[in-house]
């Protein structure tokens, strides 16, 4: 199902390099959303964008920043990674227009991310 | 937030069914039970959700207790395919966040 891409699908950097990891979506969904994963873990929410004029933080934004382009596209940034930022990164839509129920949220591949 | 317990790890057999528990006892009475899966190096995908019924999709069965604290997946019989974590997770429809709250999930495996 290729309705939410994401690159890159693999990512090697240095600490200290500024990063973007991009997201687009083909369903015409008007939220999206943006997890970090680490092994063993679920998955925890850094930020998620109700529209593209609404932004707001999740559970761990710090070291994160987002940018919502367009309804199709939400990108995550890193601006000066480190190694604990080394994680399986998940982007996320839903389809809010019909309703809160089930709001199901539709994920991608997910792009892993390694800082040495 | 009302928080899930569910066991880290699960074996069952090809074409046998599977009940998955989840056992939830905070749970309010506006949150929904919603099941994701994740197979491996994939994505979380949704199963099935519900409130007080019970219910069913074509991909799996969701049996909730009368008092709402506890739930069960069924996989009415299983494939390989269906090799995945499994997480139970409550979402309150009218909460703000909107955003997936996941724990460790069940790994089930799945023997020939």
């Known amino acids: 199902d290729a309705d939410v891409t994401q690159t890159p699908r693999n990512r090697i950097t240095k600490t200290g390099k500024r990063i973007m990891l991009e997201c687009s979506q083909t369903k015409g969904h008007d939220r999206m959303y943006w997890y970090r994963q680490d092994p063993g873990l679920g998955l925890r929410l850094i930020y998620y964008?109700?529209?593209?004029?609404?932004?707001n933080k999740g559970e761990i934004s710090d070291g994160y920043s987002v940018s919502r382009q367009a309804q199709a596209k939400f990108s995550l940034s890193l601006e000066s990674a480190i190694p604990n930022q080394t994680a399986l990164y998940f982007c996320a839509t839903s389809d809010f227009s019909q309703g809160p129920l089930p709001n199901t949220q539709y994920f991608g591949p997910g792009t892993r991310l390694t800082v040495l | 937030d009302a928080k899930t317990t569910q066991p880290n790890s699960m074996e069952s057999n090809e074409e046998e069914p599977v009940h998955l528990p989840c056992n939830h006892s905070?749970?309010?009475?506006?949150?929904?039970i919603h099941w994701y899966r994740q197979l491996p190096s994939q994505g979380p995908e949704y199963v099935i959700h519900?409130?007080?019924s019970n219910v069913n999709n074509r991909m799996a069965s969701l049996a909730i207790a009368e008092d709402r604290k506890s739930s069960t997946l069924i996989l009415h019989r299983a494939t390989l395919r269906d090799a995945a974590v499994y997480y139970c997770?409550?979402?309150?429809?009218?909460?703000?966040?909107?955003?997936?709250?996941f724990g460790k999930g069940t790994h089930l495996i799945i023997q020939p």
């Open positions: 905070t749970i309010s009475g506006t949150d929904y």
């Open positions: 997770i409550l979402r309150d429809p009218g909460g703000g966040a909107d955003g997936l709250t």
């Open positions: 964008s109700f529209d593209v004029k609404d932004i």
């Open positions: 519900g409130l007080t």
